[in-house]
């Protein structure tokens, strides 16, 4: 998996989790019935566990999306502690009416690797035991876009996957080589990783790979190796219907902590730039023969490089999104839109000052300039390093409290009203560290606003533009980020 970007996953999406799950309910509870549903006229209510759908369990939101397809569902629901036999009669296909409190019923499938790049294991004790979750989860891959490195996977887990065509799936591989892939991964056993995706393609499963770059180990021929074999995937070579679509490559990330853990080289300037120029070669030559660039590389390596980030249209239709993979591009896109609906002037004057990482910085000062061209307007930016996990951590979605606190109190000349990346933030309201945001406001009694991670979202918060639908995809983070 991802160093920590499945991590930060899990920790951010509160509809998956808000702490390890302390019971295995194997079923799912009813938040809400919707009135005149049929699932209302069968009998169901709020707080009802419902166990199996036509004598099959249902232990999460897919088994239940994927039973209650059909016109006739016979219920069986636990309501306190009586079990209760309720028949659904409904359109095929039709919805319910039913909504659940979370996506699993049952704990998070978890991971029994050891990957030498782990991000789990780089952290500081004494943390919320939910963030040392290592997970492993093919739902939250087909749901999140969670990777997983198909190593954990029962019989049973892989017929789930062919049976329901939970397509595509975000797959683990940084080495196509198994002897490779054991050492990263941290196996006993070598680790073929071809078989499992030929397998997932005959079953009409789409593929998007990751390689997590860690230098002296799966770069140069061996990552030449990965990415031809990946492409040999690909359906149009294969006449396939599906296969692996595209690969992202992130460099790999180290913390502070790393204490009894393999060494690891970093990423710096001179080798991003090289790999910018091995990978770039390597997908020309894709793109002939594919048709597609097929790989992409993270919008670290640029930042890391000191290189201006590729245009649009070099994402093509950004299939590796959620790696952080086209990101800032977009963030840019968004940021033209927004200019173009700026005011000249405002008659109340507004300062401000953005906080974010050292990652999007550059990118954050830029459009802050733009504002600054507004009459009346004065905008500055906060750059905060990440003391608490150190190492070469500089991404917005892993910025805590303590760190945000510190950097502020010694900021000369910042504003009065300070504006947060909702990135920073789970569901809006949890820094990392533990710290609530209203805990932070009552602390300092700073004025410390959360706003969605695009700058017409920030535009529109600070008053500048009117509500509208942004024009270009909307991405969850505020310029990731989050790879390695």
């Not at 359906?235 to 690891?264: D, H, M, W, Y």
């Not at 793109?287 to 590389?297: S, V």
């Not at 906080?355 to 905060?384: K, W, Y």
């Not at 805990?439 to 009694?445: K, S």
Request: include cysteine.
């Amino acid at each position: 998996m991802s160093p920590f970007l499945s991590f930060f996953r899990l920790w951010y999406n509160n509809s998956i989790m808000s702490e390890i799950f302390v019971t295995n309910r194997n079923a799912l509870k009813v938040s809400e019935v919707e009135a005149g549903s049929s699932a209302a006229k069968a009998g169901f209510r709020a707080g009802d566990l419902l166990q199996r759908i036509n004598l099959k369990p249902v232990i999460d939101i897919l088994d239940y999306r994927f039973l209650a397809a059909n016109s006739r569902l016979v219920c069986e629901v636990e309501r306190e502690g009586q079990t209760l036999t309720l028949t659904v009669r409904k359109r095929e296909e039709a919805d319910a009416g039913l909504e659940f409190e979370q996506d699993l019923g049952d704990k998070v499938h978890t991971c029994k690797n050891k990957c030498v790049f782990c991000f789990i294991h780089q952290q500081p004790k004494k943390m919320r035991k939910s963030l040392y979750l290592m997970d492993d989860d093919f739902r939250l891959s087909f749901m999140h876009g969670n990777y997983i490195t198909l190593t954990n996977l029962s019989d049973e887990e892989w017929a789930r996957i062919k049976e329901q065509k939970l397509s595509p799936l975000y797959v683990s591989v940084h080495a196509t080589d198994p002897e490779l892939r054991r050492l990263l991964l941290g196996r006993k056993e070598p680790t073929p990783i071809l078989p499992q995706l030929r397998e997932l393609a005959d079953a009409r499963i789409d593929v998007h790979a990751q390689v997590v770059l860690c230098p002296g180990l799966n770069d140069s021929d061996n990552l030449i190796q990965t990415l031809n074999e990946l492409a040999q995937e690909y359906p149009a070579v294969t006449g396939k219907r599906c296969g692996v679509q595209s690969v992202a490559i992130v460099p790999v990330g180290r913390t502070q902590f790393r204490e009894r853990l393999p060494n690891l080289g970093g990423v710096e300037a001179d080798y991003a730039k090289e790999m910018i120029q091995t990978v770039q070669k390597q997908t020309q030559e894709f793109e002939k023969r594919l048709g597609t660039r097929f790989a992409w590389l993270a919008d670290e390596w640029y930042h890391i490089a000191g290189v201006p980030y590729p245009n649009k249209s070099h994402y093509e239709e950004f299939p590796q999104l959620e790696d952080g993979i086209g990101t800032v591009r977009l963030f840019l896109e968004n940021a033209k839109s927004a200019a173009r609906k700026l005011p000249a002037s405002v008659l109340v004057p507004l300062r401000a000052t953005l906080i974010t990482a050292e990652m999007p910085s550059t990118v954050i000062q830029g459009f802050a300039d733009r504002l600054n061209e507004i009459e009346n307007v004065a905008v500055n930016v906060c750059v905060v390093p990440n003391r608490f996990f150190g190492g070469d951590i500089h991404i917005a979605g892993l910025m805590t409290w303590q760190d945000i606190r510190a950097t502020l109190e010694a900021m000369p000349g910042r504003a009065e009203t300070l504006y947060l990346p909702a990135i920073c933030l789970r569901d809006g309201e949890l820094f990392l560290d533990d710290v609530t945001i209203t805990e932070a406001r009552e602390q300092t009694g700073w004025d410390l606003r959360v706003v969605d991670n695009n700058p017409i979202a920030l535009c529109e918060s600070m008053g500048l533009i009117s509500s509208s639908r942004p024009t270009t995809p909307i991405t969850s983070h505020w310029l990731i980020e989050a790879e390695a």
